[in-house]
T-cell receptor, first 112, second 117 residues
Framework: AQSVTQLDSQVPVFEEAPVELRCNYS??????LFWYVQYPNQGLQLLLK??????LVKGINGFEAEFNKSQTSFHLRKPSVHISDTAEYFC??????????FGEGTQLTVNP | ETGVTQTPRHLVMGMTNKKSLKCEQH?????MYWYKQSAKKPLELMFV???????ENNSVPSRFSPECPNSSHLFLHLHTLQPEDSALYLC????????????????FGPGTRLLVL
């Protein structure tokens, strides 16, 4: 069975600073990887996903993530964050024929 | 309306009450899901429906009773809940019930914040 670990439960940063949210997964087969974002008082929405092909995936709102098979990671990055990026971010993994497995989430707080 | 809607957005109920949560999706999807989101825990998948048929029940207590009359509507009937059932209940939909396994996206509603007193 697959699993996903988000290494940081909380990440505080200042506005316009770069940020990286870390995600590691475990699976013995090929995976699909996702990042979802949950803004306050809202449901989750897809930021980006990796299915195959280029390991660098670009998503909405200037976010990108890189799939690293050897390190079984799918870290999320943004070069310059805004106050409006304050939200909870969830990494998720699935394998063919299975459901999504979500991580515990990382709360990103952007301070002025 | 577009996307996935949920009502009510907030609900306070006593342990002896009976209430229902409603979810509606306007995306033409075939699969719908109920998740429970508690603080500091991963999302817990509760139920999955595909073409109105329940395909998954993750050992959810019987005080939670789902209903899916058609592919666009999903209900969660609640009765004799416990305080530990207080959480955010999220509904989601996707084209197929194995959405993640084919790389498809799940679309989430805003959730119902439930408080059980």
């Amino acid at each position: 069975a697959q699993s996903v670990t988000q290494l940081d439960s909380q990440v505080p940063v200042f506005e316009e600073a770069p940020v990286e949210l870390r995600c590691n997964y475990s699976s013995s087969v090929s995976v699909y990887l996702f990042w979802y974002v949950q803004y306050p008082n809202q449901g989750l929405q897809l930021l980006l996903k990796y299915l195959s092909g280029s390991t660098l995936v670009k998503g909405i709102n200037g976010f990108e993530a890189e799939f690293n098979k050897s390190q079984t990671s799918f870290h999320l990055r943004k070069p310059s964050v805004h106050i409006s990026d304050t939200a909870e971010y969830f990494c998720a993994v699935s394998v063919r024929g299975s459901r999504l497995t979500f991580g515990e989430g990382t709360q990103l707080t952007v301070n002025p | 309306e577009t996307g996935v809607t949920q009502t009510p957005r907030h609900l306070v109920m006593g342990m002896t009450n009976k209430k229902s949560l409603k979810c509606e999706q306007h995306l033409g999807h075939n699969a719908m899901y109920w998740y429970k989101q508690s603080a500091k825990k991963p999302l817990e998948l509760m139920f999955v429906y595909n073409f109105k048929e329940q395909t998954e029940n993750n050992s959810v207590p019987s005080r939670f009773s789902p209903e899916c009359p058609n592919s666009s509507h999903l209900f969660l009937h609640l009765h004799t809940l416990q305080p530990e059932d207080s959480a955010l209940y999220l509904c989601a939909s996707s084209q197929d019930h194995l959405a993640g396994g084919r790389g498809e996206t799940q679309y989430f509603g805003p959730g119902t914040r439930l408080l059980v007193l």
